[in-house]
């Protein structure tokens, strides 16, 4: 079945430092892939999206690159600030179906 | 612009005893959802439903009901509340189903805890 695998954390970076957390995914057909960021004692909020191969999402200085052949979707930022602690979650919706399926999320501190 | 409404956001409940969660969303949105989440876990679908009077199961259904008598709200209740049953819920909607591409709507979530 369809399933997101991403990256254990707990992640703990300097403020300025690169960023990668590492999504793979495994789906049938052409998923819509997705990146969202829980904030302490908030929902999940959409940071970044892509609709189809080698498309690539960006919001906030964050980007994903959809890759159809390594079926990865992994988020980077090139210098985090102290505000993008917080956890992302990777998560795809099939194309066809009524559901959408996320990853176990990745935690991410950032100290200055 | 409220978006997704959860109440309560705290509850402490009993084994056994009953209770439901509330949500509403004023986006007009078709497609609504329940996820439970829990450490190590990640988001687990419950229930979701992709219009008024159409409901169906999700992951993990059991000790769960739902309904959708209007397109705003859709409750989530648990008939004998368990101490697995402890977790942050969450609230989503979208404007349609996935197929479309609509992104998820989350509501600010319900921590239960079952003693």
């Known amino acids: 079945g369809d399933s997101v695998t991403q990256m254990e954390g707990p992640v703990t970076l300097s403020e300025e430092a690169f960023l990668t957390i590492n999504c793979t995914y495994t789906?049938?057909?052409?998923?819509?892939l997705f990146w969202y960021v829980q904030y302490p004692g908030e929902g999940l909020q959409l940071l970044l999206k892509?609709?189809?191969?080698?498309d690539k999402g960006s919001n906030k200085g964050f980007e994903a690159t959809y890759r159809k052949e390594t079926t990865s979707f992994h988020l980077e930022k090139g210098s985090v600030q102290v505000s993008d602690s917080a956890v992302y979650f990777c998560?795809?919706?099939?194309?066809?179906?009524?559901?959408?399926?996320f990853g176990t999320g990745t935690s991410l501190t950032v100290i200055p | 612009n409220a978006g997704v409404t959860q109440t309560p956001k705290f509850q402490v409940l009993k084994t056994g005893q009953s209770m439901t969660l509330q949500c509403a969303q004023d986006m007009n949105h078709e497609y609504m959802s329940w996820y439970r989440q829990d450490p190590g876990m990640g988001l687990r679908l419950i229930h979701y439903?992709?219009?008024?009077?159409?409901?169906d199961q999700g992951e993990v259904p059991n000790g769960y009901n739902v309904s959708r008598s209007t397109t705003e709200d859709f409750p989530l209740r648990l008939l004998s509340a368990a101490p697995s049953q402890t977790s942050v819920y969450f609230c989503?909607?979208?404007?349609?189903?996935?197929?479309?591409?609509?992104?998820?709507?989350f509501g600010n979530g319900t921590r239960l805890t079952v003693t």
């Open positions: 892509a609709t189809k191969a080698d």
């Open positions: 789906a049938t057909g052409y998923p819509s």
């Open positions: 989503a909607s979208s404007y349609s189903s996935g197929q479309d591409n609509s992104p998820l709507h």
């Open positions: 998560a795809l919706s099939p194309n066809t179906g009524n559901q959408f399926y």
């Open positions: 439903s992709v219009g008024a009077g159409i409901t």
